[in-house]
């Protein structure tokens, strides 16, 4: 009898530890995922399945901490990741009255064009949902092709998009204004100081954004620019980044 040959069709469910049975369900619940297995006793055991993937939850390790996010995660490679993100922050509208974006559990900001976004749920698991043509490398400190505030700024996107930290994404970008601000082109000091506001939005971090708005309304910016600079962040709403409207001949006045 011929031997059986390994075949490239395996499937893999990651097991993830879960704090709380009750805010597990109601979030993933929350989010589309259907229970196909729920336990407790002997032993706690779930099964939520969403599309075409499953996830599995039994009973976490003792004195696991969910407020460290670092207890379980997985990644999910997807071929497009902007839909999966509009699908989940469409259903915790519904769910919740608003999309979870602070605390745990939460869904991660996502920014046009960007590849990958991250849900924390109740007990501090990570999935994150990754576009399989993502770069293989990411240049750390901001990618060589790019000089001074530009440069920078590649760098506190890697900082956010890709690491989930918005904390140092804010420092990096803080320090790089100060030392790139006075001779950066005025778009890409804009950029930065929407991204400013954005993170520190986020961050629940305000000590600064009123400058920072009032320095970004304050520079000379076409429509065309002031578009640019909306559509590159991952949250526009409520972010109030202009702080007053532009005269009729705004462009005209600065010769833009």
């Not at 109601?26 to 002997?42: D, I, M, N």
């Not at 460290?68 to 915790?92: K, M, Q």
């Not at 770069?135 to 440069?151: K, N, V």
């Not at 954005?198 to 076409?222: F, G, H, M, N, Y």
């Amino acid at each position: 009898m011929a031997e059986a040959m390994v075949r490239a069709n395996e499937t893999t469910v990651p097991v993830l530890p879960c704090v709380s049975v009750e805010e597990t369900l109601e979030f993933y619940e929350a989010l589309g995922f259907k229970a196909t297995h729920k336990q407790t006793r002997p032993y706690l055991y779930l099964a939520l399945e969403w599309s075409g993937f499953a996830l599995h939850f039994a009973t976490p390790p003792k004195g696991v901490d969910p407020s460290g996010e670092d207890v379980g995660g997985c990644l999910v490679l997807v071929d497009e990741v902007a839909p999966y993100h509009a699908e989940f922050t469409r259903a915790l509208r519904a769910a919740y009255g608003k999309v979870l974006a602070k605390g745990r559990p939460r869904i991660t900001r996502f920014r046009p064009g960007a590849s990958r976004f991250t849900v924390v749920d109740p007990s501090g698991n990570s999935l994150i949902f990754i576009q399989r043509d993502e770069p293989a490398e990411l240049e750390y400190g901001g990618s060589t092709s790019l000089t001074g505030l530009a440069r920078v700024l590649d760098n506190a996107r890697v900082f956010s998009e890709f690491k989930n930290d918005d904390r140092t994404a804010l420092r990096v970008l803080t320090t790089g204004l100060r030392k790139h601000g006075d001779t950066a082109p005025p778009l890409d000091v804009a950029r930065a100081l929407a991204t400013l506001i954005e993170l520190a939005t986020a961050l629940e971090d305000p000590t600064e954004v009123d400058a920072w708005r009032r320095r970004l309304t304050a520079l000379p910016l076409t429509e065309t620019e002031r578009h640019q600079v909306t559509t590159d962040l991952r949250t526009t709403a409520a972010l109030h980044l202009w702080t007053t409207e532009p005269s009729p001949d705004h462009d005209e006045a600065s010769g833009r």
